[in-house]
């Protein structure tokens, strides 16, 4: 079986150079240039003639070029004007190929509408086509993005993507360290996570200063609350507390919910979790603080 080409480095430089432009830095434009591993990512999604594929930063189309061989609709989100004309000229004759210029994210946290109602927008059900996300993730996305799509998008059934190492760390981390955070908690809770491959930094061009990895993570069949509602009190209540994440439990939630003293919930949580700091508690020891908070 013939492996599917994908763009090198000298073609991504020629395209960029005949529209005139370069990388831009402040897009966090780094092109993954080793065809092994845009292949390995793709192939880590699984996809589905039927499925719903999001990439986001389609850059000179390189990724784009599988996806769209695969994939019953590809949903293609590009912020850069010069890429979104490479982008729209190089798959004008291709259907199943949407375009959307902009910004994927509405704000800090929410998808932008119309990636949204190409998702099955935020009121769907699990039921319906199924939708991945398969791309090479810029930095001042990724964080927001995952968890917006863990969070409100029941139809994304899987995350594809490579991203800095540091926010991998974030997605991955146990408790105890000072990568866990809320994105850990949300990710464990919604999810099956896995690294996929660590990506050196020479495999990028222009070359970044840190390293990255290759992520996968699968949306879990059941969540432990009864409806998004709950599931978002719950995400806020994290966000919230970490907040004071330097503090006990104790204080932070004094701090955090001046009006509900923890003594209120500590004949249902064990008392010693209250010395402990947030980036200790796990999270089944989240939900049990959750379900005791009131």
């Known amino acids: 079986m013939s492996v599917e080409h994908v763009q090198t480095k000298k073609e991504i430089q020629a395209t960029l150079a005949a529209a005139g432009m370069s990388p831009r830095k402040r897009f966090g434009q780094h092109f993954l240039i080793d065809g092994n591993l845009m292949r390995r990512l793709v192939e880590s999604a699984e996809i589905e003639v039927d499925d719903v594929v999001l990439e986001v930063g389609g850059g000179t189309g390189g990724l784009t070029d599988l996806l769209v061989r695969r994939a019953g609709c590809v ?54 086509p199924s939708a991945k996300l398969v791309a090479n993730l810029p930095y001042q996305v990724a964080t927001p993005l995952v968890m917006d799509l863990l969070i409100d998008y029941p139809r994304v059934r899987r995350l594809c993507f490579t991203v800095q190492a540091e ?34 930094a020479h495999v990028f061009w222009p070359r970044p200063i840190v390293e990255s990895v290759m992520i996968r993570m699968d949306a ?16 806020s209540f994290v966000r919230v507390v970490f907040e004071h994440r330097r503090k006990t439990l104790r204080s932070a939630l004094r701090h ?16 010693e979790l209250y010395d402990r700091r947030p980036e200790e508690i796990t999270v089944d020891e989240w939900l049990r603080l959750f379900s005791g908070s009131g």
């Open 167 to 200: 926010v991998g760390e974030r997605i991955l981390s146990p408790p105890g360290r000072k990568s866990y955070g809320p994105l850990s908690i949300v990710s464990e809770l919604l999810a099956e996570c896995r690294i996929v491959a660590r990506i050196p």
């Open 75 to 128: 949903v293609c989100v590009e912020i850069d004007r010069d890429l979104q004309t490479i982008l729209a000229e190089r798959f004008a004759d291709v259907s199943g190929f949407t375009l959307l210029r902009g910004d994927v994210l509405h704000g800090k946290h929410h998808l932008a509408p119309a990636a949204a109602e190409l998702l099955g927008g935020a009121d769907a059900t699990a039921e319906g």
């Open 220 to 235: 879990r069949e059941t969540i432990p609350f009864a409806n998004r509602r709950e599931l978002h009190r719950f995400v």
């Open 256 to 271: 955090a919910f001046p009006d509900r003293a923890p003594a209120q919930s500590e004949s249902t949580v064990a008392a």
